[in-house]
């Protein structure tokens, strides 16, 4: 088995607003190993991207406050890194690709420019060598005349250009971990498939370990050795993905599964998770997914069930499959 690089501890983020606590992210904890890909998946609202958000260490403060946990890197606790620290292993050792490329990148530079920035300050190379390694890069993400789009600025590029864009400069400086975030919404289904390709070939050159942040449980199949299942900043399964397709415990890892369209199957009608996920203001009494689980029992509505070790690496919470419940 290989080492691990990254563990993520009893991850506490919360967020103070005008009308209460937010728990966005409530105790979570999951390791990364080398060269492995870790799929974090669940709907909108989870708390998946305030997770890799708190791994950087780019949670807005205030509203936002890491209230408790580690996050050890390699060995070293991020929370405890000093600003300069932390400055060293952002998009130098671990890298994020973020949600929206548009918003992401700098509308008044070129994206060349903002690429070389990153390898100047982390590789300490003149100008010309950080040019030659920003058309490297480009190029290694199969961007066509990759000259031309480095003197390109953000708005002249489509959609997957500058999700390759934003991939090039995330792996860069060949970081140990590269955290993608929704690195196909908003994509046609080619270009999303190239996107993939592209992060798959990536792995194997760059030897980068992968946290993919998804709620495209097609893309989860395709890409992730291990799969981490959220709802309302909790962790609900955790599984080899093998293991979690072929026989997942979590009521609402089911609900996910069977919502997935199957080739070839006729359906009268797309299954869905009834209800929706709960207001973070106003968190059910109990198991949070207690109502709009199919199979809750009272002791689901009355107490917060734990993460509970099933099998080797197949951990739930769920009161289903607590002994003498």
């Known amino acids: 088995m290989s080492e691990e690089l990254l563990k993520v501890n009893k991850l ?71 600003k300069n620290e932390i400055r060293d292993i952002r998009g130098n050792k671990i890298s994020l690709i973020f949600q929206e490329p548009m918003t992401s990148l700098n509308p008044v530079f ?33 961007i066509p005349r990759a000259e031309e789009v480095a003197n390109s600025y953000p708005h002249e590029l489509s959609g997957g250009m500058r999700q390759r864009v934003m991939i090039a400069m995330a792996i860069s400086c060949t970081p140990e971990l590269l955290i993608a975030d929704e690195p196909t919404t908003a994509l046609d289904v080619t270009i999303q498939a190239q996107i993939l390709d592209i ?18 449980l097609g893309v989860v199949a395709e890409m992730a050795d291990y799969v981490v299942v ?35 199957r006729l359906q009268d009608k ?28 009272d002791i689901c509505r009355e107490k917060q069930p734990s993460l509970r070790k099933l099998s080797d690496g197949h951990s739930v919470a769920c009161w289903l499959y607590e002994e003498g419940k």
Request: charged share 30%.
């Open 110 to 142: 070129t994206v060349g420019k903002q690429i070389e920035e990153a390898i100047i300050l982390h590789k300490k190379l003149d100008k010309k060598k950080a040019k030659e390694e920003t058309i490297k890069m480009l190029t290694m993400v199969r």
């Open 270 to 297: 797309l299954y869905s998770i009834k209800g929706q996920v709960p207001n973070p203001l106003d968190m059910p009494k109990g198991c949070y997914f207690n109502p709009r689980c199919e199979k809750a029992k």
């Open 230 to 264: 959220m709802y309302a900043g909790k962790i609900v399964e955790k599984a080899p993905v093998i293991e979690l397709y072929k026989n997942p415990k979590h009521p609402y890892t089911v609900g996910l599964l069977k919502s997935k369209p199957v080739i070839n």
């Open 12 to 82: 506490k983020t919360y967020f103070y607003t005008s009308d209460g606590i937010v728990k966005a992210v409530d105790d979570v904890s999951f390791e990364v190993r080398e060269k492995e890909t870790l799929a974090i998946v669940g709907e909108s609202g989870c708390g998946k991207s305030i997770t890799a958000m708190s791994i950087m260490r780019l949670v807005e403060s205030p509203p936002g406050k890491i209230e408790g946990g580690e996050i050890i890197f390699k060995g070293k606790d991020i929370l405890k890194m000093s």
């Open 199 to 216: 992060m798959r070939e990536l792995k194997e050159k760059v030897k980068t370990s992968i946290i993919l942040i998804t709620h495209d």
